[in-house]
């Protein structure tokens, strides 16, 4: 955990100094490099290089210098959107083989794999949020590094495993440095971010302090706004901070779409399982009907049979019966014998 912090720092020190670049920008042309004969190799052997370390490795990698972090900077915004992509991947095959009965789904085998794969997705969404709004604003880049080999460590534990644990026990570790990051985040960097925001400057400029009441209070207001109108570069700043609020806005309605999905998924699972009872509580309906018929039809036997006897006799059972008959025999024998 204390290595995310230091990686988060890292991360500060390097916007502090200016070297912030593009989510995806490509790095400058090469030049000639006595000190570090690696960075004098072309980009693609580079990034060949940088792939065979970790994330965690390539974030610490950002303090070797300016074109160092910007290669580094542009591997890690690319490994957490390989890192989406690759879930989305796993989620689908997973679901492919889920059955469509939630109550089937309980008590299969990938239960607990899309149980995990769910708070994963939840994880992500949460960095997203958290990180993506000034990536795409080409203020930082995805700094922590270990997130996102913590996330790959789990996806192939599910993969690679057919019974695996339980949720929170496989992701307590991603949680922990998740939570981390993004609180750090929050308090330390975005308060240096939102500062650079575009539109950030302009607003306080527009905004000012409020005019000296007098007769020429609505000309130095006139003044003022005219001298603060904002300028072309200004403008674009804001066309482009819309788009990026645009894009997150579908991305919300996006997700709104989907929980009213499984909302009405789940409200006709509710009304399956109503109609089944409705079921169920009829055919115990009938069966309660069917026992009040024999227990009525077995008084009446027992109230003929009280019936047919002679008044002082108790009415013959079918034991008494069926010994009557075997005494017969015997006593035709005994008259026999005495004649």
């Known amino acids: 955990m204390a290595a995310v912090e230091d990686r988060v720092d890292a991360g500060v020190g390097a916007l502090e100094c200016g070297s912030i670049s593009p989510r995806l920008s490509t790095p400058p042309p090469d030049h000639a490099h006595q000190n570090n004969p690696l960075l004098g190799l072309p980009i693609v052997v580079i990034d060949t290089i940088l792939n065979c370390l970790t994330y965690d490795e390539i974030s610490f990698l950002r303090l070797v210098c300016k074109r160092m972090d910007v290669i580094c900077q542009r591997m890690l915004n690319q490994g957490f959107l390989r890192v989406e992509r690759y879930h989305s991947l796993c989620q689908k095959q997973v679901k492919a083989q889920l059955p469509r009965r939630e109550s089937e789904r309980r008590n299969h085998s990938l239960a607990r794999h899309a149980d995990i794969l769910a708070a994963v997705e939840t994880r992500l969404s949460l960095l997203n949020m958290t990180f993506m709004k000034y990536v795409d604003s080409n203020l930082c880049c995805f700094i922590p590094g ?76 006139m003044s003022l706004l ?65 026992l009040a018929e024999l227990e009525r039809k077995l008084r009446e036997l027992m109230d003929n049979a009280v019936g047919d006897s002679p008044p002082g006799t108790s009415p013959e059972t079918p034991c008494k019966r069926s010994r009557k008959a075997a005494d017969s025999p015997r006593q035709s024998k005994r008259l026999r014998s005495k004649k």
């Open 226 to 290: 005219a001298k603060n109108t904002p300028s072309r570069s200004e403008m674009t700043k804001l066309q482009q901070q819309v788009k990026v609020n645009g894009a997150a806005v579908t991305a919300l309605r996006r997700e709104i779409s989907e929980l009213r999905i499984k909302q009405l998924e789940q409200q006709k699972q509710l009304q399956d399982q109503e109609q089944k009872l409705l079921e169920q509580t009829q055919v115990i309906g009938e069966q309660n009907v069917r």
């Open 146 to 221: 270990k997130v996102i080999d913590e996330i790959y460590r789990v996806l192939r534990y599910v993969n690679s495993t057919r019974a695996p644990q339980r949720a929170h026990e496989v992701l307590q570790e991603l949680r922990d440095i998740s939570s981390m990051a993004m609180e750090y985040f929050d308090e330390k960097i975005v308060p240096i971010l939102k500062k650079k925001l575009p539109g950030a400057d302009m607003s306080g400029r527009l905004i000012g302090s409020p005019p000296v009441p007098g007769p020429s209070s609505s000309l130095t207001t």
